[in-house]
Nanobody
Framework: QVHVAESGGGLVQPGGSLRLACTAS??????MGWYRRAPGKKHERVAT???????TLGDAVKGRFTVSRDNAKKELYLQMNNLRPDDTALYHC???????????WGQGTQVTVSS
């Protein structure tokens, strides 16, 4: 019943920008966010956004990334600016009714930052 799908990844040069989108279907659309996984690194929480719009950002992306949502469209976004090679990762979106409930995950979209 719940389906999450990401888009917007691609290949960019260092210093470039990308905007990721996550579209959710189903009835659960409240607490959402982004994680990423890169080779040799732990699964890292990038950003979260609650139903009231309150956001968090991981330390590695503060000042460069912005998370937002459109409740009417049931979409989640991640604006990524000043990208670095170490931002290269598979980015995937999650959604849940609340942070203490099970998460639903998308398949991910690949972001590659290369000079």
């Amino acid at each position: 019943q719940v389906h999450v799908a990401e888009s917007g990844g691609g290949l960019v040069q260092p210093g470039g920008s990308l905007r990721l989108a996550c579209t959710a279907s189903g009835s659960i659309f409240n607490y959402m966010g982004w994680y990423r996984r890169a080779p040799g690194k732990k699964h890292e929480r990038v950003a979260t956004i609650s139903g009231d719009g309150t956001t968090t950002l991981g330390d590695a992306v503060k000042g460069r990334f912005t998370v937002s949502r459109d409740n009417a469209k049931k979409e989640l976004y991640l604006q990524m600016n000043n990208l670095r090679p170490d931002d290269t990762a598979l980015y995937h979106c999650f959604m849940t009714s609340s942070p203490d409930q099970p998460y639903y995950w998308g398949q991910g979209t690949q972001v590659t930052v290369s000079s």
